[in-house]
């Protein structure tokens, strides 16, 4: 071989090795990013933004459970509410904040699987967001006032069929969860009660002890529930309710599929590295599974409930579907 075609070989060599370093040098930041995501996060305070003003059942649960996923993680976290636009001015901030691992969403039902369905929305609910972890569901009581001459589920479907028009329900607003619950109802028993909207679900509850209105599905209603100041025939909730173990909820009695629960969880902006968002939702999961945690749920009126990043987004998606269906099936419209 000529000293020619050695030389050229030789460049070709140096070449293809700069070639190969410099790529190693290029991969070298991403490894280590890698291993930072999952090994050193977090290293400084977290915060969650919370949608929704203080005191509310999304702020309290939030509160709960992050509390106790902090400590396991060694790391304090700070609680900020920004309220406002039925949750869209705190999920349009944490949309548009670097996806570092030190900034979550609370999200409820309503905002990932509701409102998408009733007005345009700053943020995409599928594609702005990771999901990291169901927390808590909340339940549901179906109160009922005293004077609805039925004592049990079947009794109340039979009366509202014999006198269509002649029941009112009472929603804490137009386009609510509150509303969206009485709608499955009708559609899944066929029966139709007509929707009276509030402005919140205290003065609704208050009408329906004065019998105003006749049912009205809502947190609110189980402290009257447990003083048997009304009726109850069902539970919306995935478990019955400790207040009144007795009660069964709608899915033992064959109602309660389509829709959804009222849940709260975690999401993170879109591009959080998935080692983080996987250390939190393990963290969550543990949390939840606490016993002293879950009993201060529970005295709020909600129930841990954790689901881990692929169920919750599955979740997610299915619910959107259908209650996008009872909004359209009922007509809702804000």
């Known amino acids: 071989m000529s ?13 293809l090795f700069v070639s190969a370093s410099m790529a190693g040098m290029v991969a070298a930041p991403a490894i280590v990013s890698a291993q930072s995501a999952s090994g050193d996060w977090p290293s400084r305070q977290i915060r969650v933004v919370v949608p929704y003003p203080p005191g ?13 996923a902090s400590s396991l993680l060694g790391q304090s ?16 901030h944490v949309k548009n904040s670097a996806p570092d691992g030190y900034t979550f969403l609370t999200t409820t039902t309503a905002m990932v699987c509701i409102t998408q369905h009733l007005q345009p929305l700053p943020y995409d609910p599928a594609t702005d ?11 549901i009581g179906m109160g009922v006032n005293p004077q609805v001459p039925a004592n049990n589920l079947q009794e109340f479907i039979a009366y509202a069929k014999a006198n269509p028009g002649k029941i009112n329900f009472g929603s804490a607003g137009l386009a609510t969860i509150t509303q969206l619950y009485g709608e499955m109802f009708n559609i899944e028993t066929g029966v139709n009660m007509v929707h009276v909207p509030y402005k919140g679900s205290a003065p609704a509850t208050n009408d329906l002890l004065s019998g105003q209105i006749q049912v009205q599905f809502d947190p609110t209603t189980l402290p009257h529930i447990a003083a048997g100041r009304l009726k109850c025939f069902a539970i919306v909730g995935e478990k019955r309710w400790p207040g009144r173990p007795d009660i ?22 879109k591009g959080t590295p998935q080692p983080i968002t996987d250390k939190l939702a393990k963290a969550i999961a543990e949390a939840a599974g606490m016993p002293d945690v879950n009993e201060k749920l529970v005295t709020s009126g909600n129930y841990a409930s954790y689901l881990g990043p692929a169920a919750f987004k599955e979740t997610i998606a299915r619910q959107a579907k259908s209650f996008g269906e009872i909004i359209k099936t009922a007509g809702i419209k804000i």
């Open 77 to 92: 976290v700070l609680f900020d509410n920004k309220a406002g636009a039925s949750g869209a001015i705190g999920a349009e």
């Open 3 to 15: 000293s020619h075609g050695k030389g050229a070989r030789t460049i070709v060599g140096r070449r």
């Open 56 to 68: 509310g059942p999304s702020d309290i649960t939030t509160r709960i459970v992050l509390e106790r």
């Open 248 to 269: 069964p909820t709608l899915r033992e009695q064959g109602y309660g599929k389509i829709g959804g629960d009222a849940w709260f969880g975690i999401l993170a902006p």
């Open 129 to 139: 967001f990771i999901p990291v972890a169901r927390t808590a569901t909340s339940w």
